[in-house]
């Protein structure tokens, strides 16, 4: 104790007045270092103001008025928590209704994908019929969109051209796309200024 200053801590723990066998050697060293007494004189002044001034009730929706203008950061698991508990009716017999429901409803997902993946025959065959019918309807909207685009002998010239045509045709609604996005970015941004 005799060669180091106390720390802040130890000045606090005397100025609180806190009872302890480990204060004693806190005390004899106040009283051998003129540093220290002065640090600690300032801060008992310091506590002693602080004391003597009126303490105060809030009214009574004083913390749910703060609380009102407080922005919160809620967790997205708490916002979905909270979300599904709003759905849970709170009548027993709706609420035995709707988990027998959801029963019913859970058993008979589970058993077709059981089934199915018994029969992997019959989920490929799906599988297979589900991504031709989708390729299918893009080829279609494509050469529609060919079509309205370049006229039927475009669309003829595109579907015998390949993948060179198919590329420039891509490029080209990719630029078309992109200038359009642009434009009515300006045109909104025009017709904000005006507002403001």
Same mark, same amino acid.
């Given at each position: ?9 130890? #000045?606090?723990? /005397?100025? !609180? ?8 050697? @806190? ?9 220290? *007494? ?13 004391? $003597?001034?009126?303490? @105060?009730?809030?009214?009574?929706? @004083?913390?749910?008025? +703060? ?27 709706? *609420? ?32 297979? /019929?589900?991504?031709?019918? =989708?390729?299918? =309807?893009?080829?279609?909207?494509? &050469?529609?969109?060919? &079509? %309205?685009?370049?006229?039927? !002998? %475009?669309? $003829? ?8 045509? #198919?590329? #420039?045709?891509?490029?080209? /609604?990719? +630029? ?7 434009? @009515?970015?300006? /045109?909104?941004?025009?017709?904000? $200024?005006?507002?403001?």
């Amino acid at each position: 104790m005799d060669h180091r200053h106390l720390l802040p801590n130890e #000045i606090d723990l /005397l100025v !609180d007045g806190t009872a302890g066998v480990g204060l004693a050697p @806190f005390r004899a060293h106040l009283d051998e270092c003129n540093d220290c *007494r002065a640090r600690y004189d300032e801060l008992r002044i310091v506590s002693e103001a602080v004391e $003597a001034v009126p303490h @105060f009730v809030p009214k009574l929706r @004083f913390a749910d008025s +703060v609380m009102a203008g407080v922005q919160v950061a809620e967790p997205w698991h708490v916002g979905v928590t909270e979300s599904a508990k709003r759905l849970v009716p709170t009548s027993r017999p709706v *609420r035995m209704l709707g988990l027998a429901g959801a029963s019913i409803v859970a058993v008979a997902v589970s058993g077709t994908a059981a089934w199915l993946a018994l029969r992997g025959d019959l989920a490929g065959w799906v599988l297979d /019929l589900v991504v031709d019918r =989708g390729r299918e =309807g893009i080829v279609a909207g494509a &050469s529609a969109v060919a &079509s %309205g685009a370049l006229g039927a !002998d %475009g669309a $003829a010239t595109l579907a015998n051209g390949g993948a060179p045509t #198919i590329a #420039i045709l891509a490029a080209v /609604l990719t +630029v078309t796309a992109i200038g359009a996005l642009l434009a @009515f970015r300006r /045109l909104a941004a025009t017709a904000a $200024a005006k507002r403001s």
